[in-house]
């Protein structure tokens, strides 16, 4: 579809050049090539924004491994030294 419209808007372009009217069906033609382009750069700046919580949620869970397994290793610290108290 996409090399389907890129050739029409080429076609049309080649008739602009040479000075020619356009038809309903070219305009439209041009206006849905605008279209996609404009959708496609709002999905791209919506995937790098996806990208970017992703990054920062992994952080976040790196984050907490670290702090669970500074806890963990407090409490078996704290568990040995009540042991070896009784």
Do not use: H, P
């Amino acid at each position: 579809m996409a090399a389907v419209l890129k050739e029409a808007v080429e076609r049309i372009a080649k008739k602009v050049a040479s000075g020619r009217r356009l038809t309903d069906g070219e305009i439209t033609i041009l206006i849905l090539d605008q279209m996609i382009k404009r959708i496609d750069a709002k999905f791209d700046s919506i995937n790098a924004g996806f990208d970017s919580v992703d990054a920062r949620l992994s952080s976040i869970e790196d984050r907490i491994s670290s702090l669970e397994k500074r806890i963990n290793d407090r409490v078996d610290g704290l568990e040995k030294r009540t042991d070896a108290c009784s």
